[in-house]
């Protein structure tokens, strides 16, 4: 992968920042923007810009052939079998929520059992947490290993028969653990449930095929993959998703209005109430088309390689520690000794060094991890060694400076 012209695609990348050089490390929270998408972007606006799906006039043709373009380039890039079987979404938190409101509302009773893990992002534990409350569901959490993996044989001590949904992330956000989906959704399988992957952090970074790894429903948002944001997608299987009810009403979802009864248009249409997130829409499907034209095989390896150089660059700096396991996705989560994750996350700021510092969204896990939050550096396709190293040198002036303030 040649990243000096990836990083040439990025405008953003190109700027000082306090002085420095941008060196940016915030993907896991949202991704830069290339040229490709922007550019789509002020096309859809200054061209075509319409509603989809209502008017015969030019202008809307062309934005409701962007449109559905752009669902079908989803569904390729997900190896979804239809299209009906792709949900535009404003982002994986609105598609995880469709799921537990509807598929949880309609197939969970008292004496059922939602299953998770304490890495989940807030986003997949709370519409749980609510959905058990109104079903009288009970929420059970498979347990996770001392470096932050999970067991499938915990897997298969926690899943049982009174388990109706698995909801699990496919890399966690805080760990970089890449949980083993395609297993633990045959164990779920196995017992009668479902499972949900929340792909927000590995959709962006690793060739995605929902066919082969079985699941049934799986959520990711554009934000974080080179797209805009406001704009995700929920996919499910076209069998569980026939006989959901949509949760929005209105607008696009509509197919025959009654003075007393309505009738919904036919998927993926149902889920998709009011005007759609057309330009999101149509910047999603751009993006799309630019992470295929690099290569997610590419991404995923270059990212992989920065990962190892950056624990090991790290690991070197004293009272630094690493969390999660060795082998992992992009990011590296950690904390310097005495010295507050937002006071580190802020002197590398002032170095021009990006990263996120706090809970990351994910409380569970910092309890577990036994610490109130941590900074995070987390990689894509336009980071090289050389970021790490200016990361490097960074949390060494962090050290040098909060040394001499105690």
Partial sequence: MDVK???????????????????????????????????????????????VHRGVHTLGTRATDEYEGAREKVRRFINAESTQEVIFTRGTTTAINTVAASYGRENLQE??????????????????????????????????QADGTISLDDAENTITDQTKIVAVMQ???????????????????????VILVDGAQSAPHMKIDVQD?????????????????????????????????????????????NLYDSTWKELPWKFEGGTPIIAGAVGLGAAIDFLTEVGLEEIEAHEHKLAQYAQQKM????????????????????????VHPHDVATVLDAEGIAVRAG????????????????????????????????????????????????
Avoid at 222 to 239: A, E, F
Avoid at 315 to 335: C, D, M
């Fill in 315 to 338: 690991s070197e700096i004293e009272g630094l520690t690493i969390y999660g396991p060795k082998e992992r996705a992009g990011l590296v989560t950690f904390n310097i000794s005495d």
């Fill in 359 to 406: 809970h990351h969204c994910a409380q569970p896990l910092m309890r577990w991890l036994d610490v109130t939050a941590t900074a995070r550096a987390s990689f894509y396709l336009y980071n090289t060694e050389d970021d790490i190293d200016r990361l490097v040198q960074g949390l060494q002036t962090t050290k040098e400076y909060f040394g001499d303030v105690f």
């Fill in 213 to 257: 790894m079985d699941c049934d429903f799986y959520a990711f948002s554009g934000h974080k993959m080179c797209g805009p944001t406001g704009i995700g997608v929920l996919y499910g299987k076209r069998s569980l998703l026939k006989e959901m009810e949509p949760v929005e009403f209105g607008g696009e979802m509509i197919d025959f209005v």
């Fill in 171 to 193: 890399v966690s956000n805080v760990l970089g653990t890449i949980n083993p989906i395609k297993e633990l959704g045959k164990i779920a399988h196995k017992h009668g449930a």
């Fill in 111 to 144: 004496g059922d059992e939602i299953v998770i893990t304490p890495m989940e992002h807030h986003s997949n534990i709370i519409p749980w947490q609510q959905i058990a409350k109104e079903t009288g569901a009970s929420l059970k959490y498979m347990p996770l």
């Fill in 5 to 51: 012209a990836v990083r040439d695609a990025f405008p953003i990348l190109h700027q000082e920042v306090n002085g420095h050089p941008l060196v940016y490390l915030d993907s896991s929270a949202t991704s830069q923007k290339p040229n490709q998408v922007i550019e789509k972007l002020e096309e859809y606006y200054r061209g075509y810009n319409s509603n």
